[in-house]
């Protein structure tokens, strides 16, 4: 057909006539071009895929996850437990250390008071020795005993062995008394100038002293002073090979007596 009987007014008319059908459901449910329309979509306003968690597998990864955590957290808590253990075992350690050593320094200074008092007792027991020794001293020059006094002052002779035993059990030993030098020195110048002879006084006694008949002139003749001090020397006597030992005043003026015209005496 040609366009000279086209009339565009009843084309369009017609157009929009099929379109206000299709709005009121007047369809046939084909559209101009033959195929059925589209299905309605989705209600919420279109379609998606399932969440990764809503599915099975989703769920089986969670709990896996949740038991794996739970796992941790107990593994984390027995760990704990473990090094709060053996926290406390280390503290009880070092506890039962510092005790031991509180202890030890207790001990070590009980210890140490008493050395400290045994030796301060010891000390005073040597202090008392000391002076009862120079106190034997002195009654010994009282009694006019003058060289057996000497050899005691020196440290020598049985009056001294009481105090030498004494003073080792104390842990010490008997030392020479103060001027015992002088006082040996004096007293051997004394003898030996009497007797004539050189007289010492040492470990082994009065040595030199000869007898005492040949010393009865000096005796008789020197006065109480001289007769004390022979009387002292022989009584002490010697202990060297070859000499006298001590004898008592009695026998030395028994001996004397017998060299002496009777009443000189």
């Known amino acids: ?22 709005t009121k459901g007047g369809t046939t449910g084909t559209t101009d071009t033959g195929r059925a329309p589209p299905p309605p979509p989705p209600p919420g306003g279109g379609a998606g895929p399932t ?20 796992a941790i957290q107990r593994q984390n808590q027995e760990a704990l437990v473990r090094q709060q253990q053996r926290d406390t075992l280390v503290r009880q350690q070092q ?7 509180q202890l030890q320094r207790r001990i070590a200074e009980e210890q140490r008071i008493r050395v400290e008092e045994r030796e301060r007792t010891r000390q005073a027991n040597i202090s008392s020795l000391r002076a009862e020794r120079q106190g034997a001293f002195v009654q010994l020059m009282k009694s006019g005993d003058q060289a057996r006094a000497v050899m005691f002052a020196l440290g020598y002779g049985p009056e ?22 002088a006082l040996r020195g004096t007293t051997q110048e004394a ?49 060297r090979e070859g000499e006298r030992p001590g004898m008592s005043a009695r026998r030395m003026s028994e001996l004397i007596a017998e060299v002496v015209p009777q009443g000189v005496l």
């Open 160 to 181: 001294n062995d009481a105090f030498d035993v004494r003073a080792r059990q104390l842990g010490t030993t008997v030392q020479e008394l103060r001027g015992a030098q």
């Open 95 to 101: 506890e039962q250390v510092f005790q031991r050593q």
């Open 51 to 70: 969440p990764f968690a809503q599915t099975q597998a989703g769920l089986t990864f969670a709990a896996e996850q949740q038991r794996q955590l739970l």
């Open 191 to 239: 003898l030996s100038r009497v007797l004539n002879r050189q007289v010492t006084i040492g470990r082994e006694g009065v040595r030199g002293l000869g007898t005492a008949i040949s010393s009865a002139r000096q005796f008789v003749q020197g006065g109480a002073d001289i007769q004390t001090l022979l009387t002292s020397a022989f009584g002490v006597g010697s202990l």
């Open 1 to 22: 057909m040609g366009l000279e009987g086209f009339d565009p007014g009843a084309t369009q008319a017609a157009i929009l006539a099929k379109r206000r059908a299709v």
